[in-house]
């Protein structure tokens, strides 16, 4: 089979792999699409030790059954599916309690040496596999990873009417999570971000309002609502600046969860955070059960046109290119999806 191997630092090549043979408990999927993650290039530029030489990566796909291990009860040859990519224990405290992306030996599909999605076949166990509704497309649902980051973020809370909603970070993940509040009825979306381009995105996805936090965002989100700062932030970029941002435009007792995690330690204002009484909420990708949630959120139509986040479709043999432009042009860019033809 064709595979993408990552070599090292900036290295990718195409390559002819040994097609693998699922295991009793698993399930071989023929991959029709694969996402590029934000965390797939930071993993090809070698700086965060996630993805290890001579690995295949992608956790974001989609496919059809092509083959079945003896144990396999629920998928058969030709189902059309969609890999969780996060296999767990299913004993610890935190797989039991249904947080299965807390537990101490999980692994990742694509993840430092677990092969994954950007090959034409990739094994996956059967219990992290859901069936694809008809009704979307395969693209659409490579989508749902990343919707589904978004769905965990968004659901750490459950009240959002009336509420400003100020989302930091107008990337993938950023307008994945503009897609999911808008099931949520808040009485406004607004989203930052430091690229024109990607404000101008915004807007065409359905925010309400944009800032450039390059200037005075304070100044500009009170102008937005009326005098009032955000009841809830949503930041997804993970570095110092929008951590800060997402604190200080923070309405007094509100709330901010943060997904971005692109810088590790960073300085904050403790009086930012204590004297204002604001709450700060991790968000750390999702449950089996989130994901499930996606899946039925996309099939019954509460995620308007997912397909806008969709900006480049290529082939296997252009994805270490598309790695380098992602890299040095990511305003330009959307979701990449690598697509394989139809067998």
Not at 248 to 264: F, K
Request: hydrophobic share 40%; with cysteine; glycine share 8%.
């Amino acid at each position: 089979m064709k595979a993408l191997r990552y070599l090292g630092p900036k290295q990718l090549e195409v390559t002819d792999a040994p097609k693998p043979e699922p295991k009793d408990d698993e399930v071989l999927i023929r991959v029709r699409a694969v996402g590029i993650c934000g965390s797939d290039v930071h993993g090809w530029l070698g700086i965060t030790g996630r993805r290890l030489p001579g690995v295949i990566m992608g956790h974001e796909l989609s496919g059809t059954v092509e083959a079945v291990g003896e144990n396999v009860k629920s998928f058969q040859v030709g189902d059309a599916v969609v890999p969780q990519p996060i296999d767990s224990c299913g004993t610890c405290e935190f797989c039991k309690a249904g947080r299965n992306q807390m537990c101490a030996q999980r692994t990742l599909l694509g993840v430092m040496d677990v092969n994954g999605g950007m090959a034409e076949f990739v094994p996956v166990k059967e219990n992290m596999l859901y069936h694809k509704p008809e009704n979307l497309s395969f693209e659409t649902a490579a989508l749902i990873e990343p919707l589904t980051v978004a769905y965990t973020a968004v659901h750490k809370l459950s009240d959002y009417r009336d509420k400003n909603v100020l989302v930091i970070g107008g990337g993938t993940i950023g307008l994945c999570i503009l897609k999911m509040l808008k099931d949520m009825q808040p009485k406004r979306i607004i989203v930052s971000d430091v690229s024109e381009e990607r404000r101008n995105t915004a807007i065409e996805m359905g925010a309400d309002a944009v800032i450039d936090p390059s200037g005075d965002y304070v100044q500009q989100l009170t102008k937005i609502t009326g005098g009032r700062l955000a009841d809830i932030t949503i930041e997804a970029v993970g570095v110092e600046a929008a951590v800060n941002q997402s604190i200080r435009a923070l309405h007094p007792t509100g709330t901010s969860i943060w997904v971005g995690v692109s810088q590790q330690e960073m300085t904050i204002n403790m009086h930012d955070v204590v004297c204002k009484d604001r709450t700060i909420i991790g968000s750390m990708n999702y449950s089996h059960q989130d994901f499930g949630e996606t899946i039925k959120m996309l099939q019954e139509g509460r995620i308007e046109n997912p397909e806008q986040l969709i900006s480049d479709r290529i082939s296997l043999e252009e994805a270490p290119d598309m790695f380098a432009d992602l890299h040095d042009n990511p305003d330009l860019h959307k979701k990449a999806l690598i697509l394989f033809p139809e067998q």
